[in-house]
Each structure stands twice: as structure tokens, then as C-alpha cells.
């Protein structure tokens, strides 16, 4: 089974900080990630797939990067939008999540 | 519009069984393998069980293999999860989702006695 190991668990930022987010895979998944952004009482919602593409609406503050094993989620400047918990997905070979990433107000 | 609607969430006692539903609409169902995730209260997302377009690739989580059984009826834009021997832990909102990233609202589970 694939592992994803997310960091931190949370960060603490303020409205217009760089915030990036980082997942690990235990195992090579080539760019088969996603990352979710989900707030409370809700589904999670797409951000990234495809490690880099962005989904249809998505702000263009958020991008994501990496291959293989090491991933990243950036948020270029934090709107009050943003504070929420974030998750990345494995796909390669049916689905993993990692732990979750909380973004709380500073 | 792409809409996913889970239900038969309820109230059980350890040990009993339960039969969670998802009606698929919006989209071609048959085109895309579907999955249940979980999310117990306060914690975070769990895959548990995935299904191919066509039914012949079933895969689980090992915390629910042996008691989960996920199915799917093409013809009615449905998907499946034959919950049996549930236990505390299993207490969970339960997701259905399709690969394009489309989530349903949920469905609570408590198991509880």
C-alpha cells in the first residue's frame, strides 16, 4: 500500500502570507496527485490534479508542484478564503490520503 | 450539473450491518471507477473501498476488508456499500466520490450501542 506523509499537520499564517504544504509518498506514484481543500460540515473540494493542473474555478493563488515521490501545495497569498484544512491524494494506485494540513489564522 | 447523493446513514448497533446507496447523476456513471472515503468526527480522510467502471476490480482498505462490500448497478447510475459487523470505529460521515474529483455530502454512520 502507498503511504502519503503530509507536513506540517498545521501552520499558522496571516491574510497575504506564502503558505506551502508538502506530501511524501512511500513510493513512486509519477504525478498521480491531488490536493482537496475542506472546511468544516463540508466535502472536500479539488484544488490541484495531476500534481500541477489546476481545476476549472480554483483560484489562480494555488498551485501545486513535484513528481515521483515529493509534492507541494502553494498558496501564494492567503485570502481569509483559505483557512481550512488540506489534504493531497495518491491516485496512482487506488487512493490514499495524507493526514491533513489545518491553515488557522495567526 | 454532476450531483452525488449518499444515503442510509443511521444509527446501529455494534455488530449489526447497513447498506449505504449514492445516486450519480450529471455524468457518464459507467465511464469512471467510484470509491467510498470516510471521515470519522474531527479526524481525517480515510479511503476504504474503490470499484472499476465495470465491477471487475474491487479493492479495500484493511480496516474494513472482510467486512465491506462495495457493488455497483450501471443501470442506475448507483453505487454500493454493504457495511456488515460494524464496530465504533466505523462511526463516520461516508463519501461517495468519482476520479474527477466530484464528492458527494455525506452520510453519517454511528455505531453505537
Known amino acids: 500500500d502507498i503511504q502519503m506523509t503530509q507536513s506540517p499537520s498545521t501552520l499558522s499564517a496571516s491574510v497575504g502570507d506564502r503558505v506551502t504544504i508538502t506530501c511524501r509518498a512511500s513510493?513512486?506514484?509519477?504525478?498521480?496527485l491531488a490536493w482537496y481543500q475542506q472546511k468544516p460540515g463540508k466535502a472536500p473540494k479539488l484544488l490541484i490534479y495531476?500534481?500541477?493542473s489546476l481545476e476549472s474555478g480554483v483560484p489562480s493563488r494555488f498551485s501545486g508542484s513535484g513528481s515521483g515521490t515529493e509534492f507541494t501545495l502553494t498558496i501564494s497569498s492567503l485570502q481569509p478564503d483559505d483557512f481550512a484544512t488540506y489534504y493531497c491524494q495518491q491516485y496512482n494506485s487506488w487512493q490514499t490520503f495524507g493526514q491533513g494540513t489545518k491553515v488557522e489564522i495567526k | 450539473e454532476v450531483q452525488l447523493v449518499e444515503s442510509g446513514g443511521d444509527l446501529v448497533q455494534p455488530g449489526r450491518s447497513l447498506r449505504l446507496s449514492c445516486a450519480a447523476s450529471?455524468?457518464?456513471?459507467?465511464?469512471?471507477?467510484m470509491h467510498w472515503v470516510r471521515q470519522a468526527p474531527g479526524k481525517g480522510l480515510e479511503w476504504i473501498s474503490g470499484i472499476s467502471w465495470n465491477s471487475d476490480t474491487v479493492a479495500y482498505a484493511d480496516s474494513v476488508k472482510g467486512r465491506f462490500t462495495i457493488s455497483r448497478d450501471n443501470a442506475k447510475n448507483s453505487l454500493y456499500l454493504q457495511m456488515n459487523s460494524l464496530r465504533a470505529e466505523d462511526t463516520a460521515f461516508y463519501y461517495c466520490?468519482?476520479?474527477?474529483?466530484?464528492w458527494g455530502q455525506g452520510t453519517l454512520v454511528t455505531v453505537s450501542s
Open positions: 495531476k500534481a500541477s
Open positions: 450529471g455524468f457518464t456513471f459507467d465511464d469512471y471507477a
Open positions: 513510493q513512486n506514484i509519477s504525478s498521480w
Open positions: 466520490a468519482n476520479p474527477a474529483g466530484y
